[in-house]
């Protein structure tokens, strides 16, 4: 199975402060990785598909990118709304796996 | 609008086995893939398993020999049975939808149940 180790586990952000979190994949998945936020109490959502391409009705804040196999998720300006937990997910090869989780907090 | 909800049962008794119905609206269950994917309670996510539009399963090895996965598209409806149940499978179950451009992003989401193994 792919390991996506996400990272850091937790991050403490002030408003309008850009913020990035990583994704690190135990292999090659090419452009075959998705971003979620997922907000107490509530399902995930999609952000980001394809690496970079951004998911119907997210804020252009949020942006994707990618060098070899690691992958990053940026919040350009932080608003209280971003709060929550992300995660990153490989659909490259089956089982589709998830990194364990970043949760964002504001400072 | 596109529209997916689990229903089961919220309590099952460790070794029994787990029934879970994914109703969904919006959209034709012979047109996109619907997984499973589960969480326990204040941890990560796990893909269980898809059905895919044309009928096919898959399955995560991990879980593959407990798993499985069927439809109904007369009734727009994807169930999950798992057997032999144990603690450790307490968690939110979610049934979600794929974009349907050819990657498995999941795009939908049900709003998940919550499904606790104890005696």
């Known amino acids: 199975d792919i390991q996506m180790t996400q990272s850091p586990a937790s991050l403490s952000a002030s408003l309008e402060e850009i913020v990035t979190i990583t994704c690190q994949a135990s292999?090659?998945?090419?452009?075959?990785l998705a971003w979620y936020q997922q907000k107490p109490g509530k399902s995930p959502q999609l952000l980001i598909y394809?690496?970079?391409s951004l998911a119907d009705g997210v804020p252009s804040r949020f942006s994707g990118s990618r060098s070899g196999t690691q992958y990053s998720l940026k919040i350009s300006r932080l608003q209280v709304e971003d709060i929550g937990i992300y995660y990153c997910?490989?659909?490259?090869?089956?089982?589709?796996?998830f990194g364990g989780g970043t949760k964002l907090e504001l400072k | 609008q596109v529209q997916l909800k689990e229903s089961g049962p919220g309590l099952v008794q460790p070794s029994q086995t787990l029934s879970l119905t994914c109703t969904v609206s919006?959209?034709?269950?012979?047109?996109?893939?619907v997984h499973w994917v589960r969480q326990p309670p204040g941890k990560g996510l796990e893909w269980m398993g898809r059905?895919?539009?044309?009928?096919?399963?898959s399955y995560n090895s991990a879980l593959k020999s407990r798993l499985s996965i069927s439809r109904d598209t007369s009734k727009n409806q994807v169930f999950l049975k798992m057997n032999s149940l144990q603690t450790d499978d307490t968690g939110t179950y979610y049934c979600?939808?794929?974009?349907?451009?050819?990657?498995?992003?999941?795009?939908?989401w049900g709003q998940g149940t919550l499904v606790t193994v104890s005696s």
């Open positions: 979600t939808r794929d974009l349907g451009n050819g990657g498995s992003w999941f795009a939908y």
């Open positions: 919006g959209f034709s269950l012979t047109s996109y893939n």
């Open positions: 059905m895919r539009y044309n009928g096919d399963t």
């Open positions: 292999q090659n998945i090419g452009n075959w």
């Open positions: 394809g690496t970079t």
């Open positions: 997910q490989q659909a490259s090869s089956t089982p589709w796996t």
